[in-house]
Nanobody, 117 residues
Framework: EVQLVESGGGLVQPGGSLRLSCLAS????????MSWVRQAPGKERELVAT???????SYADSVKGRFTISRDNAKNTVYLQMNSLKPEDTAVYYC???????????WGQGTQVTVSS
């Protein structure tokens, strides 16, 4: 059974930092691309960052230069370091992966990030 379990969300002031973690199990993590997706109230889901199995990364324009995605294959964990947080970063953040062969999408349960003074 595939499981993605996020942690690290919370309340932070504007300009602050948070690090999200996603622990994966049930599939070959080291070969899989991993992403962070967020959804704010009343808005569509937004792809925030992606890291490939070999470590290549991509980011949404809205977070470039502030967020960093990374992975530790020994720990089956993907991270999202979020710096210089803004109120508009407030959302539920989901860990996501796709198996292109099985055409299956896997989602974590989400972790709330709130940026407010």
């Amino acid at each position: 059974e595939v499981q993605l379990v996020e942690s690290g969300g919370g309340l932070v002031q504007p300009g602050g930092s948070l690090r999200l973690s996603c622990l994966a199990s049930g599939f070959t993590f080291s070969r899989s691309g991993m992403s962070w997706v967020r959804q704010a109230p009343g808005k569509e889901r937004e792809l925030v960052a992606t890291i490939g199995g070999r470590g290549s990364t991509s980011y949404a324009d809205s977070v470039k230069g502030r967020f960093t995605i990374s992975r530790d294959n020994a720990k089956n964990t993907v991270y999202l370091q979020m710096n210089s947080l803004k109120p508009e970063d407030t959302a539920v953040y989901y860990c996501y992966s796709r198996n292109p062969i099985l055409r299956m999408d896997y989602w974590g349960q989400g972790t709330q990030v709130t940026v407010s003074s």
